[in-house]
């Protein structure tokens, strides 16, 4: 079975599962191709890919596996040594660890409980991929990040890192994201 998924995801949410996967399929070879790039599933004979967009191509069949929510985070360490992060036009005042995605690098949305929807330029000198990376740099102190929440749940609830607008939503793109499978619909119709 060849499959592919972004580098990150894999790593975290893949690969963890492979011996229990294995154990129950001990005859089945397994090929992870695991990258940020599109990959064209039938010239590279994919047959189970995960994609995480808000959505998916128009000559795609997708199932939403699970939805992600997006947290901006940092240290502790930066927090206590930076400008403060009371609400999210605060961010303006950082230097923020961005993804090298052009939506993820200029402006965060933010919605409040009431539903109200905020736009925050943002900034930052460090622009990093995959977002293993970025966590890793927030980890570090180098500013705040928006991540998924399946990369730094076990993170905030450890108190390696903070999540700064715990009564927001926020996102880069759409607040209706999430991580499917997909597959090309010719692929499913032979």
Known sequence: MRLTASVTFGQK???PLLAE????????KVEGAFTDAVVDLIAERIDLAIRLAPTIE???????LMDTRYRVVASP???AASAR????????????????LRPYRTCWTFRNLAGQIEDVPIEGDIVLAPAS????AALAGLGPALLPDWL?????EAGRLVAAFPKYAVTATT???GVARVSESCVLAQ
């Open 77 to 79: 360490s930066y927090l």
């Open 133 to 136: 990376a970025i966590r890793d």
């Open 175 to 177: 607040f209706d994201t």
């Open 58 to 64: 128009a000559d795609l069949i997708a199932t939403k």
């Open 21 to 28: 996967f294995r154990a129950l399929y001990p005859d089945l």
């Open 85 to 100: 992060l009371a609400r999210p036009s605060d961010l303006c005042r950082h230097r923020c660890v961005l993804f090298n």
């Open 13 to 15: 949410r893949i690969v």
């Open 152 to 156: 730094v749940d076990e993170d905030i």
